[in-house]
Antibody
């Protein structure tokens, strides 16, 4: 059974960074893209970007190019997303997804507050 | 960038009714279109992929269709558990979600 287990909720201060994780079981992440999506409170889904864990190649949505950094560790079958220079507008739930959207993590709530 | 215009934004229907949600793509995306249902506090669940294919475990009352660059999700015989927010997603060029449709039951 394929499962994506995301790291726990984060509380970050403005101007700092957080790093989220998404550990996959039941499937080798080398064989799929790992996507990241966010959802601000009461809002819709927004694509952030994706990484090809096999070679580290990344593509980002324009608005997240200086905000998010995607990495992956194939030895632990885990994808990561670092969010930098946090602002209150970054408060959201962040999801990882794979296999072209067939499988999703449970989401990680990031709250930015001083 | 490809834009996906989803309508309606909200919808209220009675059990056993038929409802239809549409997404209009800003350019040709072929069959690279998926539909999701999201319940409060949960991650999105895949309903339809490749515009018309039913995902595993999804009831057959859900169906997808395509006419050119317009895509539709039809729910036949609406059930109480079908409430939630529905999103389309184009996967032709990176990803773009539609704005969502909130479905409530009368």
């Amino acid at each position: 059974e394929v499962q994506l287990q995301q790291s726990g909720a984060e509380l970050g201060k403005p101007g700092t960074s957080v790093k989220l994780s998404c550990k996959v079981s039941g499937y080798n992440i080398r064989n799929t893209y790992m996507h990241w999506v966010n959802q601000r409170p009461g809002k819709g889904l927004e694509w952030i970007g994706r990484i090809d864990p096999a070679n580290g190649n990344t593509i980002y949505a324009e608005k997240f190019k200086s905000k998010a950094t995607l990495t992956a560790d194939t030895s632990s079958n885990t994808a990561y997303m670092q969010l930098s220079q946090l602002k209150s507008d970054d408060t959201a739930i962040y999801f990882c997804a794979m296999w072209e959207g067939a499988y999703w993590g449970q989401g990680t709530l990031v709250t930015v507050s001083s | 960038d490809i834009q996906m215009t989803q309508s309606p934004a909200s919808l209220s229907a009675s059990p056993e009714e038929i409802v239809t949600i549409t997404c209009q793509a800003s350019q040709d995306i072929g069959n690279w279109l998926a539909w999701y249902q999201q319940k409060p506090g949960k991650s999105p669940q895949l309903l339809i992929y490749s515009a018309t294919s039913l995902a595993d475990g999804i009831p057959s009352r859900f169906s997808g269709s395509r006419s050119g660059t317009q895509y539709s999700l039809k729910i036949s015989r609406l059930q109480v558990e079908d409430t939630g927010i529905y999103y389309c997603l184009q996967r032709y060029s990176t990803w773009t979600f539609g704005g969502g449709t909130k479905l409530e039951l009368k």
